[in-house]
């Protein structure tokens, strides 16, 4: 707990707290987990997160605003502001091992490669295990599923389908 | 669009104590402005009236495609292409937020001032974007030639030297890439399918190639923006090597769509004259936000 005195709030608690602020869509995950969480810094007596949105239609972005605020008011900052950047761009890159094992336990299958450049007109996709039974062999239903952030895959294994995190 | 330009916490306190167990007493912090989510590098930037004209530009390009694009969801071939469609036009929604938040810090208009308060000689999309959405291999096409399109801009417009700008280039040329891989592969697939398909394909890209010259055209604009903004006319050799490559892949040749009768179209959305199609899609996308002036969700 932080006391409201005048001495300056700690941005190490800050931090830890704003960390364990989940992702909406994906609750296994928390903003840290997914590299959401960019910056908690102290600007005077307030206390300013920076986050990042995975996707610029993403609407638990402001979910997840709402979730930085009310937690740590609850936690006793009483000055706290969230800020956005679009920059650097969010990449699955910074999306923790922690947070990619957790995914796949959840049964949504992780990013599983770096996010390189897409290059050349006609693109290839390259293999992605089932999350319940490590297959292989699975086939990818659409690229766009039930978030801005995830594909719809099938088991042609276990034969059950199941979400992919896009690389991204 | 996010209809609140501001709210605070004590606000999100009472509508989460409503639907959820949890009680987070009696709250007060700083107030929030919701307009600088995704601003670019620096979320108090604001645009000169130039960036600001070409912001809006861009940003009523990816606003009115989006726009069209979610008449789709419940109507699609497949449920896996409602979704694909309505991912792209959320997509698209985001990048406009973002272009149109940055157009407005000029004259001190909102995101939703600008979508929803502006009438058709205001809006400044290219004529591509308000084509009606045909069948689907018109609304196919139509990406296809959007996407690409987009594709070049926004990578060129990640090295513009306004920090706003660049940001929101390298955050949306991540997005369109996967809108590219979409129309690219249902052209394939239509060019490759049936005879109808492939049918439909051509008439799709006989009505709306006419479309894509005014995409490139370079204007004053864009003399005063050196560094600032991508040239138009700059954008098209990387297009047409994609644009080849993909029509040679589905086996097209450009005879099979463009016909000697039928040049370009002269355009003009980019000073305000419209084809007819804009006027009756803004009646309902606006029609919401005049009937209620100033209400919130």
């Known amino acids: ?168 | 669009m996010n209809a609140q330009p501001q709210r605070d916490a004590a606000a999100i306190a009472a509508e989460h104590q409503a639907d959820t167990e949890a009680v987070h007493g009696d709250v007060s912090v700083d107030e929030t402005t919701l307009s600088a989510e995704l601003a670019g590098a620096d979320a108090s930037a604001t645009a000169s009236a130039d960036v600001a004209e070409y912001a809006m530009r861009l940003g009523d390009d990816a606003l009115i495609l989006s726009q069209r694009l979610g008449w789709w969801i419940s109507r699609a071939p497949e449920l896996e292409e409602d979704m694909a469609l309505g991912n792209i036009a959320l997509d698209l929604l985001g990048h406009a937020r973002s272009l149109l938040h940055y157009a407005g810090s000029a004259s001190g208009r909102s995101e939703d001032d600008l979508a929803y308060w502006r009438d058709e000689p205001e809006f400044r999309c290219a004529w591509l974007f308000e084509q009606p959405n045909g069948d689907f291999a018109h609304t196919i096409a139509r990406g296809l030639i959007a996407s690409i399109w987009m594709q070049e801009l926004y990578t060129a417009l990640s090295q513009s030297t306004d920090a706003s700008l660049a940001a929101i280039g390298a955050k949306s040329v991540k997005e369109v890439a996967y809108h590219r891989d979409h129309a690219v592969q249902w052209t394939l697939r239509l060019a490759g399918g049936t005879d109808e398909s492939r049918r439909r394909l051509l008439v799709a890209l006989t009505d709306l190639w006419p479309y894509t010259d005014e995409l490139f055209r370079d204007d004053e604009l864009h003399e005063r923006l050196e560094g600032v903004a991508p040239r138009p006319s700059g954008l098209r050799a990387g297009f047409d090597e994609i644009w080849s490559a993909v029509l040679a892949e589905a086996e097209i040749t450009e005879a099979d769509f463009t016909n000697s009768k039928i040049g370009q179209s002269s355009g003009g959305g980019r000073h305000g004259n419209h084809s007819t199609h804009l006027g009756p899609l803004l009646a309902e996308m606006q029609v919401l936000a005049r009937a209620h002036p100033g209400a919130s969700w």
Request: with cysteine; hydrophobic share 35%.
């Open chain 1, 1 to 168: 707990m932080n006391s409201t005195t005048a001495s300056a709030p700690s941005v190490v608690e800050a931090r830890r707290i704003a960390a364990t602020v989940v992702d909406p869509e994906v609750p296994v995950l928390t903003i840290d987990d997914l590299g959401v969480l960019r910056d908690v810094r102290l600007d005077g007596q307030t206390v300013v997160v920076t986050l990042t949105p995975t996707y610029s239609g993403c609407p638990a972005i402001d979910q997840m605003r709402d979730d930085v605020l009310l937690t740590l008011t609850a936690e006793g900052f009483t000055h706290v502001r969230v800020d956005f950047t679009l920059s650097p761009a969010w990449t699955t890159d910074w999306m923790s091992e922690a947070g990619k094992q957790k995914l796949e336990q959840y049964g949504i299958a992780p990013p599983t490669h770096r996010a390189g450049e897409r290059s050349g007109p006609i693109p290839l996709s390259l293999g992605v295990k089932c999350p319940r039974c490590g297959s292989l062999r699975t086939r990818e239903v659409s690229r766009f599923g039930s978030t801005a952030c995830k594909s719809h895959f099938e088991c042609l294994a276990c034969l059950e389908p199941f979400d992919h995190f896009k690389v991204h």
